[in-house]
């Protein structure tokens, strides 16, 4: 039947590097002077390009950067084994890693020198057994419930560290299909258990599990430092992170092959650097990634595209927010006064409905920006008019972090005429690694197409239909 299927294809998916591997055989010739130098350069982008993109959402009293020698941790959450970080997502976001090149999180914090609970993870790994059902894996939330937490095993961690990294994950692909005309995948949560896979109407996969409280419950309880990441190719609800037992969080993303070692450097703030000649020195870093997407508190109530999920049985979802895509959404009802009759425990009008809006993201120093350079309002606009706005970037507080400066303009809007959201990104630049004290010029360029308005209707009846 359809679902036996369905498992073996799965199941023949996700091992097919191995089947390839046995059949075939590798012939890849790994070992020429020339190939080993381009995989270690690409080794060090992936690295380079996740620690320019994690995104420090929350950072009480400075608890980051981590403070001290010989520093110890307990892992948290099923999503920090090896089997359960993601690396990456599927479908055109998924791509395979050679294992060799493979760097979960705990190998991440071992290799950069900080100590882990192997018997927390060993408890984790064995919660999960290989011959579990296997339907649906892909989506599965994966976290052990109540009885896992024993008193035993809460307080052998405490004892370990009073640091608790908690890990938490969500598996992304593009156009999930519905199973039936009843069911919309992720708008319920599938959770795979020992004894068989949960459904759970209640909840949404893009928000906490039950299972996941709790976990969170206890070590809200247990641990004096509380850290979140958030491993992920998606946006989730982070309504959590606002209590006051946790300390710092930081979205992680799906850092590939290798750039779990940028989470754990990020947590340090600081990184080993080796120049050409090979002398090795040690640099501090800090988060520097800004949201490319707007987290709300609730997306059931606030995010369209959510409630616009609606394509029962077709397998495709329903695209209706014409111009007003994410943050443009927001800020322009916002702008229209839409918030400002909603309360929630988090707080009035648009604080109570957006946790963290695009472009947010927290570093562990201090900027100030000086425009050098604006806009001469004096200046005609014509069609092939470029632009540029220079900013002077300074690092005023005491530690080195990158900034970035983001460019936003409004455009003209008529009512009844061409749709325009009230806030655009423009443009953006960020600064090389500033030490306290220096400072960088940035140019921000953009032309006035860049700003042109799309009116395939002629909704401004001027006789025009196209750019203008």
Not at 53 to 61: A, G, I, P, T
């Amino acid at each position: 039947d359809r679902r036996q299927r369905q498992m073996c294809i799965r199941d023949r998916y996700k091992n097919k590097g191995l089947i390839h591997e046995y059949f075939a055989k590798d012939t890849t010739d790994y070992n020429s002077e020339n190939v080993v130098a381009v995989l270690k350069n690409s080794d060090n982008t992936v690295q380079d390009i996740t620690e320019d993109s994690m995104v420090l959402l929350k950072n009480q009293n400075n608890t980051l950067p981590l403070k001290g020698d010989n520093l110890k941790v307990n892992l948290f959450g099923y999503a920090a084994t090896n089997d359960g970080f993601l690396l990456s997502g599927g479908g055109s976001g998924g791509t395979s890693a050679h294992r060799d090149n493979k760097v979960t999180i705990y190998d991440a914090f071992e290799r950069e020198g900080i100590a882990y609970n192997k018997q927390l993870l060993k408890a984790y790994t064995d919660y999960i057994s290989y011959d579990m059902d296997i339907w649906d894996s892909d989506v599965c939330l994966i976290n052990p419930g109540r009885e896992f937490y024993t008193d035993e095993l809460v307080n052998q961690a405490k004892e370990y560290s009073d640091i608790a990294v908690v890990v938490l994950n969500r598996y992304g692909e593009e156009n999930p299909t519905p199973d039936s005309e009843e069911e919309i995948p992720y708008t319920y949560q599938l959770k795979k258990t020992p004894s068989g896979n949960v459904k759970d109407t209640e909840r949404h996969t893009l928000e906490t599990s039950t299972e996941e409280d709790y976990m969170i419950d206890v070590v809200c309880e247990n641990f004096e430092t509380v850290i979140v990441l958030y491993n992920a190719g998606n946006i989730m609800e982070l309504g959590f992170v606002e209590r006051e037992e946790i300390d710092a969080a930081m979205f992680i993303g799906m850092p590939g092959q290798s750039g779990a070692l940028s989470a754990v450097r990020l947590l340090k703030g600081k990184k080993t650097v080796e120049d050409a000649e090979g002398n090795k020195s040690e640099v501090q870093i800090s988060p520097s990634g800004k949201l490319s997407d707007t987290y709300a508190y609730d997306f059931t109530k606030y995010v369209p595209s959510f409630v616009n999920a609606t394509s029962r049985g077709t397998g495709n979802l329903l695209y209706a927010e014409s111009v007003y895509i994410g943050y443009k959404w927001y800020e322009t009802a916002y702008a229209e006064g839409y918030f400002d009759s909603i309360t929630t425990e988090y707080g009035k009008g648009y604080d109570g409905v957006v946790q963290y809006p695009f472009g947010y993201g927290l570093s562990y120093t201090d900027f100030t920006w000086e425009v050098e350079e604006g806009i001469d309002p004096s200046v005609a606009v014509t069609d092939d008019s470029e632009f540029s706005v220079k900013v002077r970037v300074t690092n005023t507080g005491e530690h080195a972090g990158k900034d970035v400066v983001q460019l936003y303009y409004t455009p003209p809007y008529y009512e009844g005429e061409i749709e325009k959201s009230e806030i655009n990104l423009l443009a953006f630049a960020k600064t090389e690694l500033l030490q306290p004290g220096q400072s960088q010029l940035l140019e921000l360029n953009f032309t006035s197409y860049d700003m042109a308005s799309y009116d395939c209707y002629d909704k401004n009846t001027n006789g025009f239909m196209g750019y203008e």
